[in-house]
């Protein structure tokens, strides 16, 4: 499995931190996509987190209680290894015209 940490994103108007508030997940834990990790508060207000990805909780960068700056390290993910999907269609036969238009005659 690989690892994938998500920092603190920016949270918009010039906000440079936030404190952890409450973890929703813990060390083993595993998420969905747009789970709720966290809930930080800045000076404007708190805010719930949605995990971006899928996976399991290897690592969460602080404790509750604790300011973290935007950037760094949030929580960290074990996922399944990145991998192509779907598939690329093959063409066997040359394509095929669908249409065949043709002017019209001027008689």
């Given at each position: 499995?690989?690892?994938?940490?998500?920092?603190l994103?920016?949270?918009?108007?010039?906000?440079?931190?936030?404190?952890?508030?409450?973890?929703?997940?813990?060390?083993?834990?595993?998420?969905?996509?747009?789970?709720?990790l966290?809930?930080?508060?800045?000076?404007?207000?708190?805010?719930?987190?949605?995990?971006?990805?899928?996976?399991?909780?290897?690592?969460?960068?602080?404790?509750e209680?604790?300011?973290?700056?935007?950037?760094?390290?949030?929580?960290?993910?074990?996922?399944?290894?990145?991998?192509?999907v779907?598939?690329?269609?093959?063409?066997?036969?040359?394509?095929?015209?669908?249409?065949h238009?043709?002017?019209?005659?001027?008689?």
């Amino acid at each position: 499995m690989a690892e994938s940490t998500f920092p603190l994103p920016d949270l918009g108007e010039g906000l440079e931190d936030a404190t952890i508030l409450e973890w929703h997940v813990a060390v083993g834990d595993t998420v969905a996509r747009n789970d709720v990790l966290v809930e930080v508060e800045t000076t404007k207000s708190a805010v719930e987190l949605p995990s971006p990805e899928a996976g399991r909780v290897a690592r969460l960068g602080a404790e509750e209680g604790a300011v973290v700056r935007v950037g760094d390290p949030l929580i960290t993910f074990e996922v399944a290894g990145a991998g192509i999907v779907g598939t690329v269609p093959t063409e066997s036969e040359a394509p095929r015209r669908r249409v065949h238009l043709s002017p019209p005659d001027d008689d």
